[in-house]
């Protein structure tokens, strides 16, 4: 027992070392995957009268891997908190959390699991995977962009969501000529190189 | 024979000022009811309304601010030296405030996080960026600035039925000929 402690404290010492040396960067593999949740938002605009409205989500967590040798090896997992949302004003956050719209006592988080990523041709990729949000799950395609500055890579994408296909909105909220049904939905996630150098 | 001294306000003046009063009517009591609603889609729409007919007084201001610097409006009534400077006083304030009220409407929106977009079609430019405290500024503002309104509206109509109707002169008439009494 007390060997096998000394021995793991010593391969430590010794992955501390390699890492900080910076030799094991260039060894390697150069996949991304230390998200920096500061820096990772989720956001969107939705529509109410046509007259848009911003909000984002305050807690998200994170995990992705991106391999910009192989980004078909890549993946990401989303997991929302969605009573952290602020939708633009304090009246509508106490609205959105309730049963019409994400009912999050019953459902207090929406997760995205990817099951694909395809290149798209230069920094330009899409990402396939099923949202669970409010209870359903449905099949979602995003484009995204990468672009590496050394050690971190940044990903940002659009995509529009139906609220309706979620139920998001239903009840007196289901008439999309006040609320749209079309809601832009916007994620910027910024992430290191493991084993790289240090951010 | 003589010019007839103009009697009324004219045609562009007076249907500016009808349209103006007619908005403001309907915006005010619009205003103070939704206010209180409890968040819904019909919130929503009556908000969007009240700022559109906020944003049709503000069009209408430029129009109104122009007509009467440059057209003579007809000479006052007999009156006491103190009703007219009253008047003036009054119309004035009435100037300031048609503006006022609906700029700091749309302020109050664009410190809030919703911007402007009249009828639903044309985006008005935020002017301030969103911040919590300064939204809360500017709906106080358009509160107080409205019920100053509402006095001063009151005012000018008291004293427009006191002179038709206690006074029995031309002073209501000259903004609306279809009261002219027979001469």
Known sequence: M????????????????????????????AVFDKVQVDKSRVGFVFKQMNVPVEGHFKRVKTDLVFDPAAPAKSSVRLELDLASIDAGSAEANGEVVGKAWLN???????????????????????????????????????????????????FDGTFTLKRLEYAVGDGMWADTSVVANDVDIRFHAVAARSGGAKQ | MAPQPQR???????WTHWLTAALMLAAFPLGVYMHDLPLSPYKLQLISYHKWIGVAV????????????????PAPLPAPDWQQRVAGLTHGLLYVLMLAVPMTGWLMSSAKGFPVVFLGIIPLPDLVAKNKELGEFFLAAHQSLNYTLLLLVGLHAAAALKHHFIDRDATLSRMLPVLDRAQ
């Open chain 2, 58 to 73: 503000l069009l209408l201001f430029l129009p109104r601010l122009y007509l009467r610097l440059t057209r003579t409006p």
């Open chain 1, 104 to 154: 999050v006592k019953d459902a207090p988080t929406a997760t995205f699991v990817s099951t694909a990523v395809r290149p798209l041709g230069g920094n330009r990729f899409e990402v396939v995977g099923k949202l669970s949000l409010k209870g359903k799950t449905q099949e979602l395609t995003t484009p995204f962009t990468v672009s590496q500055q050394g050690d971190t890579a940044t």
């Open chain 2, 8 to 14: 009324h306000y004219a045609g562009p003046a007076r």
């Open chain 1, 2 to 29: 007390q060997t096998s402690i000394r021995s793991t404290a010593a391969m430590l010492a010794a992955a501390l070392a390699l890492g900080s040396s910076g030799a094991q960067a260039a060894t390697a593999p």
